[in-house]
């Protein structure tokens, strides 16, 4: 089933002389339940890709199809809804909020939605992630690797249509990236996960079922893995 949908995608920054063409025309689409690695050269444009998908940013021209639906048609209201809904976000740098333990860290979109959690999910997800003895633990008192596996949760914990993923692993050493990416292809296969990652790393990418490659704004490769 298709979950993503990606039409004609064009991305300007400036104008006259210091115009610069972030994307040119883009199209593709997602199944449900797929992992896509999208890769490239700095400057090719796939952080301003993602930043689109997840409604971060507005495109210049062309469409972006979640679920059906055309997510730059909603308002401002809606969009937000949307980001806090449909797409889970993970960063390089966690963004989590320093005076919030890892379960209200982790329990953040929902609570924002006056929501609680399902308490059996969250103790699941929870326990995925290895964090069980680090529950009531503070951002500052968690490793970077730590501090990265809550951030997953917090993507996850909504059940949402697409999670994101930009450089995951950048800020971390090789022994915690390993994990990362192990925790990736768990919620992938274990939860049904759509997932789109981006990576400069071939290797890291390589974890994905189908990797695209994009240079100078445009996909220059779409094949899948394995």
């Known amino acids: 089933m298709e979950i993503l949908k990606v039409e004609h995608l064009s991305k300007k920054y400036g104008k006259g002389d210091t115009e610069v063409e972030a994307l040119k025309d883009v199209s593709f689409t997602v199944e449900k339940g797929e992992f896509v690695a999208i890769v490239g050269p700095s400057g090719s444009g796939k952080s301003t890709l993602l930043h689109i998908l997840g409604g971060v940013d507005k495109p210049t021209s062309g469409h972006v199809y979640v679920e059906g639906s055309d997510v730059f048609s909603l308002n ?94 950048g800020n971390l050493d090789s022994k915690s990236s390993h994990e990362i990416m192990e925790l990736l292809e768990i919620s992938n296969k274990k939860y049904g996960q759509t997932i789109i990652m981006i990576t400069h790393d071939e290797n890291l990418a390589m974890h994905a079922s189908r990797i695209i490659t994009i240079e100078d704004g445009r996909i220059i490769r779409d094949e899948k893995v394995g």
């Open 76 to 169: 401002e209201n809606n969009l937000a809804i949307f980001r806090r809904r449909q797409v889970g976000l993970i960063y390089q740098f966690y963004n989590l909020i320093p005076i919030l333990n890892v379960t209200e860290n982790i329990s953040l979109p929902m609570m924002l939605d006056g929501k609680e959690p399902d308490k059996n999910y969250l103790m699941e997800l929870i326990k995925t992630l290895g964090l069980e003895k680090r529950v009531n633990h503070l951002p500052n008192e968690l490793s970077g690797g730590q501090q990265q596996r809550v951030s997953i949760g917090r993507a996850l914990i909504y059940h949402p249509s697409l999670v994101l993923a930009d450089e995951p692993t």
